[in-house]
């Protein structure tokens, strides 16, 4: 019998998630089954306990159920714990264990696969969502000088900054104090999902080598546009989406992806 994994969310019909654990499974030869799963907005933990009783292994998590999901887990991970919620569920005897892999995900794609080093140097990121919180320790862990995190309402912003400012430098700022001396910019809000972008000032990118928009599949988005015309390297998530599939995937199956064909193959270019 197939080994059983899944993704819970609603709605689904833009997930890639199947397709990109599928792609994994082919590189080993495992014997793996993955669906996508639409879970009623008012029935998830019904939905996922269903799924583990069938014999399902683990599932990925998104919108809107990734909170529901931290708090319906019997173990929680520090990724987890520090988001308050969880991307990724695995079952072992009985009991569900919580991760969030957004974080290092999108950690591995600005270092690994676009060949940023992050030690040493100043981060900016336009947002202070669930995104950024989870993307803060793991760039704190990996050396980076300072974070400075940008939002509409600043207070979001000290939550984070008061939460894990014992890891690192965190500068919490309105969106107008954003102006500069960032070696790496991120936009971690939403904008560019509706075509929108950040009201960063444009010196946000004048010593920047990298402006990198979270929302994937887009092309070139606002944010990334404004980045672009001051000649700095832009990427958008669909590596960090990719990564952080491959965590999921070495998590349950003790075996890590090479990411690079996946990404390969569902990346738009950015024109």
């Known amino acids: ?153 600043p207070s979001k912003a000290e939550t984070i900054r008061d939460l894990l400012g014992d890891r690192g430098t965190i500068h919490a700022i309105g969106f107008d104090d954003a102006r500069g001396g960032y070696d790496i910019v991120l936009n971690a809000t939403t904008t560019s999902l509706t075509g929108g972008k950040p009201p960063l000032p444009a010196s946000v990118f004048d010593d920047a080598t990298l402006a990198y928009d979270l929302v994937y599949g887009k092309g070139l988005t606002p944010f990334l546009s404004d980045a672009q015309t001051t000649g700095v390297e832009i990427a958008d998530g669909v590596g960090m989406l990719v990564e952080q599939a491959a965590e999921a995937y070495d998590w349950w199956r003790g075996k890590r992806p090479d990411t690079a064909p996946v990404i390969a193959a569902m990346t738009i270019p950015l024109t």
């Open 1 to 153: 019998m197939s080994a059983r994994y899944a993704v819970l969310g609603n709605p689904l019909s833009h997930t890639k998630s199947p397709f990109i654990h599928t792609e994994f499974a082919r590189q080993f030869g495992d014997d793996l089954s993955y669906e996508a799963i639409e879970a009623p907005l008012t029935g998830f933990a019904e939905t996922l306990r269903a799924f583990a009783r069938d014999g399902g292994l683990g599932v990925n998590v998104t919108v809107p159920f990734k909170i529901e999901a931290f708090e319906l887990a019997d173990e929680a991970r520090d990724a987890a714990r520090i988001c308050g919620a969880s991307n990724c569920l695995k079952f072992e005897a009985g009991r569900i264990i919580a991760e969030n892999f957004d974080g290092i995900g999108l950690l591995r794609d600005v270092t690994t696969n676009l060949g940023h080093e992050v030690a040493g140097k100043h981060v900016l990121f336009a947002g202070a969502g669930g995104a950024t919180r989870g993307a803060v320790a793991p760039f704190l862990a990996a050396g980076v000088e300072s974070i400075t995190i940008a939002n509409r309402t």
